[in-house]
């Protein structure tokens, strides 16, 4: 039997959503900018070097989209480049999360 461990924590904080991109060809696009973030654990330290952003396809289906990108710089200098895709299926509970 596999035993996960988290690695680190992950704390964001946004602005948005920006307008929409209704209509477009490509389908509806929402926009968050991250304006803060860290990335803490046991082996890692990192906060936003700069701006990020998570940008959301909204699917008529149920679902959203994301593609999230962003660079960190660590303790000790380094930088990482993050980004992550996904599925966010639009239930109650989420929908009332996301309000707050």
Do not use: C
Request: avoid cysteine; glycine fraction near 8%; aromatic fraction near 10%.
């Amino acid at each position: 039997m596999m035993s996960l461990t988290p690695e680190l924590t992950d704390r964001v904080t946004t602005v948005g959503p920006l307008s929409t991109t209704k209509g477009s060809p490509h389908g509806e696009r929402m926009y968050w900018t991250m304006q803060d973030a860290e990335l803490q654990g046991a082996r890692l330290s990192a906060w936003l070097a700069a701006p990020g952003m998570d940008w959301m396809a909204v699917g008529d289906d149920g679902f959203w989209r994301p593609d999230v990108r962003a660079a960190f710089l660590t303790a000790d200098g380094a930088t990482i480049w993050m980004r992550y895709t996904g599925l966010v299926e639009q239930i109650d509970t989420f929908k009332s999360a996301a309000e707050n």
